[in-house]
């Protein structure tokens, strides 16, 4: 994939860039890094707002060794993606106002200066739209646009950085098709703390949990259900998803209070079950619950609406009922055709990119 080096991309980037698709095979699409042409890149320092930001080409930046984010671990990221509609011609973007105002939240908790909502979606837009041939055919999967906010200036002592860098890069992205997730509940590590950073995307909230998540899947389950971690009794949510549970029409989801992460998905999903005519409960979820689920399914812009198929407790495995009449798949079914503007937006959460 020689020709798909950020460097050689971009400096073919004047034939390549007026045409309607990257030369790159898209039946291949996986969820690889797959360097892209152009990053947006803004910076500020502390006590400062940010103000001017630039598209630069795609590639390695530039840190002090004793920037806030390589050191003390300030920093966030956020996820969302840019579907092609079945034209081919315009892009969509689902509800990237959201992500703004979770950064802005994360941002606060870390003592940061963040982009304003309109700074942030303007920003994704023009970096959509500089990669644009990126964006993967319909049906062939989305362009993965990740958001960054971290502590790029120098500072030994414990303390907020005095500079920081908001950086966009895009990636594209296969379907997530990783199939059915098997889950095992984790009863000694935790993911979150009430006070702690589990409830924004801080950038630390996911290597404490790569151990036990590589000793599940080298064990055969594809990811890990964590408890909350003052009674060990309650479900919160998997590694990098939120998870639903469904007993007859009404469908529950652990309550967010600092904890959980507060996806857009999750979000989105719980509007969607009421407008179907569920109840929707968002509460207290103990484990023994999900014994009694008819269906489990876990949510996020990575998996989007992913059924699970069993969940391991105490060497307990709990199977649930896979199929097309899954109340998962109706829901999966509105939620992708909002995002690729197949079904009206009476929601009014796309937006165009143009
Ligand atoms: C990002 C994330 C999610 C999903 O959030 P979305 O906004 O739906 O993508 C869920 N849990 C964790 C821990 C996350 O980091």
């Given at each position: 994939m020689a020709q798909t080096s950020g460097q050689t991309t971009f400096q073919t980037k004047g034939n390549s860039g007026a045409e309607k698709y990257a030369n790159f095979n898209w039946d291949e699409l996986g969820f690889d890094l797959v360097p892209t042409d152009y990053m947006y890149v803004m910076k500020c320092c502390e006590e400062e707002n940010f103000s001017h930001g630039n598209l630069v080409p795609y590639g390695n930046i530039e840190m002090s060794p004793s920037a806030g984010i390589l050191n003390y671990g300030q920093g966030l990221f956020e996820g969302l993606k840019a579907y092609r509609k079945e034209d081919g011609c315009d892009v969509l973007l689902f509800r990237p106002e959201q992500n703004a105002q979770r950064m802005k939240r994360g941002a606060e908790r870390l003592c940061m200066p963040s982009p304003s909502v309109e700074q942030f979606v303007e920003a994704v837009k023009q970096t959509v739209l500089a990669n644009k041939h990126w964006v993967p055919p319909p049906g062939k999967g989305s362009l993965y646009i990740r958001p960054l906010l971290f502590g790029s200036g120098p500072h030994l002592g414990v303390g907020p950085a005095p500079e920081y860098t908001f950086l966009i890069y895009v990636v594209p992205v296969g379907n997530y098709h990783k199939g059915l997730l098997n889950l095992v509940v984790e009863d000694k590590f935790h993911r979150a703390t009430p006070g702690g950073t589990g409830g924004i995307k801080a950038v630390t909230n996911y290597s404490p949990v790569y151990k036990v998540v590589t000793q599940a899947k080298a064990k055969g389950f594809s990811d890990v259900l964590f408890l909350d971690a003052l009674t060990g009794k309650n479900i919160e949510e998997v590694?990098?998803?939120?998870?639903?549970?469904?007993?007859?029409?009404v469908i529950s989801t652990p309550a967010t209070h600092g904890t959980i992460l507060p996806g857009i998905t999750r979000k989105s999903i719980i509007e969607i079950a009421l407008s179907f005519?569920?109840?929707?409960?968002e509460r207290v979820i103990p484990v023994e619950d999900l014994l009694e689920a008819d269906e489990l399914f876990c949510t996020g812009t990575a998996v989007v609406?992913?059924?699970?198929?069993?969940?391991?407790?105490?060497?307990k495995r709990v199977e649930y009922k896979i199929g097309v009449e899954m109340v998962s798949q109706k829901i999966h079914v509105m939620l992708t055709g909002i995002q690729t503007g197949r079904i009206e937006d009476k929601m009014g959460w796309t937006v165009e990119v143009d």
């Open positions: 590694s990098a998803c939120n998870i639903f549970i469904v007993k007859g029409n005519g569920y109840q929707v409960e609406v992913t059924p699970v198929t069993s969940v391991t407790c105490h060497n």
